[in-house]
Nanobody, 120 residues
Framework: QARVGDTGGGSVQAGGSLTLSCVVS????????MNWYRQTPGKEREFVSG???????RYADSVKGRFTISRDNAKTTVYLQMNSLKPEDTAMYFC??????????????WGQGTQVTVSS
């Protein structure tokens, strides 16, 4: 079973920074985008950022210029550097990656989520 562990959340004041990490183990990256999503209670999960196989990043308008996504060359870890945090960034953050077991088919795997809380 693939293990996707997202960590790095915490509580910060507005204007602060956090770096989220998502580490993949046991399964292989399928070469698709590695993405971050977030969700608050009562709302749908929303896309935050993604990084493609060529290393180019995509961002939701709400985080452009403040968040930076990156990954390691082995494509087993994806990071989300979050600067100038705002209270509206408060959410549970999840990473999502397409993985496959050796010799198996690709499927979408999600981390368990890491909570980010930004106080004003």
């Amino acid at each position: 079973q693939a293990r996707v562990g997202d960590t790095g959340g915490g509580s910060v004041q507005a204007g602060g920074s956090l770096t989220l990490s998502c580490v993949v183990s046991d399964y292989l990256n399928c070469g698709n985008d590695m993405n971050w999503y977030r969700q608050t209670p009562g709302k749908e999960r929303e896309f935050v950022s993604g990084i493609s196989s060529d290393g180019s990043g995509r961002y939701a308008d709400s985080v452009k210029g403040r968040f930076t996504i990156s990954r390691d060359n082995a494509k087993t870890t994806v990071y989300l550097q979050m600067n100038s945090l705002k209270p509206e960034d408060t959410a549970m953050y999840f990473c999502a990656i397409w993985l496959r077991p050796p010799g198996g088919l690709c499927s979408d795997y999600w981390g368990q989520g890491t909570q980010v809380t930004v106080s004003s």
